[in-house]
């Protein structure tokens, strides 16, 4: 059924969204407020997805959730349970390689944040939290929002990764890229087609509301 | 009663003043680049002095000695900075009561009549870039006295207004420092500015206190 990559794609890249939202504004307040030994070496680590291909993430990720992997092993004896090959596996194959750009989004967008904002809060008995809730993670907003569109978008067309880890299982764990692969493999180009179509839409129109929700943003 | 003695490395020279002061202006005069702010920072806790100390009443909030440095949060200061840092993200009102809400007081009454008695009650749904400078000086100012500061601290809050508003504002300044009753500081590098406004003064030049006026 052409409708089930489809759905597949919007469940595996939310859940992959807002892992790694949650994750890199973590990330990016913990690297941009306080320095600690092999700060940089973990950075490296974040951002090396992004520079790599992603089949290597992938063979990365087979080793460490495979049922035979060091995490994987663990919680097939803990709960008789096996990631790989399931949309959960997709999910973490989509947010280990958009991780890269939801973290260097937040991480400018709570650099740019003017301190004296943060100053002034503090001078009216603001704690540390309430700066941050209050202040500084709104003033970051447009950032953030930036950064989930495009973890969105690169969650929705991951495809290397997520066929080392989950496989083309159709019905799921079949996303869209996978599901254009195999249907172009297989001579079906109206599938490939009507596939294609929806994922330029649907990225165009989120970029299109980006763009215009920032620049609706900085006139007001 | 503040009592401020406090001496900071910075890049090109040594910041050193010490002054007292009690329910009254104190200007401090000086070009830009000369350490004016710094010396407000250093007081609010926003930056830290290398040695010295800091009272304000009975509070020590700075002593290098016996190795004290109360968070900015705890100070109790009002501070005006110099263009005014109002969240931009609140309106007129959350900007305000920020200071209120931070310190868990639920009483918004006092927020109301400062409101009132600064003219700007009308604007309590606007947005910080909906005002002018003036009406946003008196904003800064109303939120910095929201909180029932012992010490105002103000960096050249009238920098960016034109005459005319400076000359209403200055007026105002002269009323409400004496109805509020509390010690301020005033920066500034306009001599008039200073003269008008201030009770006493300390004129400084690279850090160093080179004529005060107490």
């Not at chain 1, 330029?200 to 943003?217: A, D, E, M, P």
């Not at chain 2, 002593?63 to 263009?83: A, C, H, L, T, W």
């Not at chain 2, 010690?183 to 850090?207: N, P, V, Y």
Request: glycine share 8%; net charge neutral; charged share 20%.
């Amino acid at each position: 059924m052409i409708l089930d990559p489809i759905l597949i794609s919007i469940k595996v890249a939310l859940t992959a969204t807002i892992f790694t939202l949650i994750i890199g504004i973590l990330l990016a307040r913990l690297f941009t407020k306080y320095n600690f030994r092999g700060k940089d070496l973990l950075e490296v680590f974040i951002i090396l997805p992004m520079a790599i291909p992603p089949s290597i993430t992938g063979y990365a990720l087979l080793v460490l959730i495979g049922r035979r992997g060091l995490i994987g092993k663990a919680i097939y004896e803990a709960f008789g349970i096996s990631i790989v090959f399931t949309w959960v596996a997709a999910s973490l194959a989509a947010a280990v390689v958009s991780l890269p750009l939801m973290y260097q989004s937040c991480k400018s967008a709570l650099l740019n944040v003017d301190h004296t904002y943060e100053n002034a809060a503090r001078t009216l008995g603001a704690d540390e939290k309430r700066v941050f809730w209050k202040v500084t993670l709104p003033l970051a907003l447009p950032g953030i929002i930036s950064g989930i569109a495009l973890s969105f978008s690169r969650a929705l067309g991951e495809f290397g990764a997520t066929l080392m880890v989950a496989g083309n299982i159709p019905g799921k764990t079949g996303t869209i890229p996978l599901a254009i692969y195999f249907a172009v493999e297989s001579g079906d180009t109206a599938t490939a087609n009507i596939l294609v179509i929806v994922v330029l839409s649907f990225s165009f129109t989120l970029i299109y509301g980006l763009n215009r929700w920032l620049k609706n943003g900085q006139n007001t | 009663m503040i009592h401020v003695d406090i001496y900071k490395k910075l890049k090109y020279y040594d910041l050193n003043i010490t002054f007292e002061m009690n329910n009254e202006v104190l200007v401090i005069l000086g070009p830009s680049g000369s350490g004016k702010t710094t010396v407000l920072d250093c007081i609010s806790g926003i930056k830290s002095p290398d040695e010295g100390y800091i009272r304000i009443n009975d509070s020590i909030v700075f002593d290098s000695y016996n190795k004290v440095d109360s968070p900015v949060r705890n100070r109790n200061i009002g501070y005006v900075f110099q263009e005014y840092a109002l969240f931009p993200h609140m309106t007129v009102k959350g900007n305000i009561l920020f200071g209120v809400k931070s310190k868990g007081i639920t009483d918004t009454g006092y927020c109301e009549s400062l409101m009132k008695m600064l003219g700007i009650k009308h604007l309590e749904a606007r947005y910080p870039s909906q005002i002018s400078g003036g009406e946003k000086q008196r904003v800064a100012l109303a939120r910095a006295m929201a909180v029932k500061p012992d010490l105002l601290l103000l960096d050249e809050p009238f920098s960016s207004l034109d005459n005319e508003t400076k000359q209403k504002i200055y007026n105002e300044f002269i009323e409400f420092k004496n109805i509020w009753e509390i010690s301020i500081i005033l920066i500034t590098h306009q001599a008039e500015e200073a003269e008008l406004l201030g009770d006493r003064f300390i004129q400084i030049k690279e850090g160093a206190q080179v004529c005060s006026f107490l």
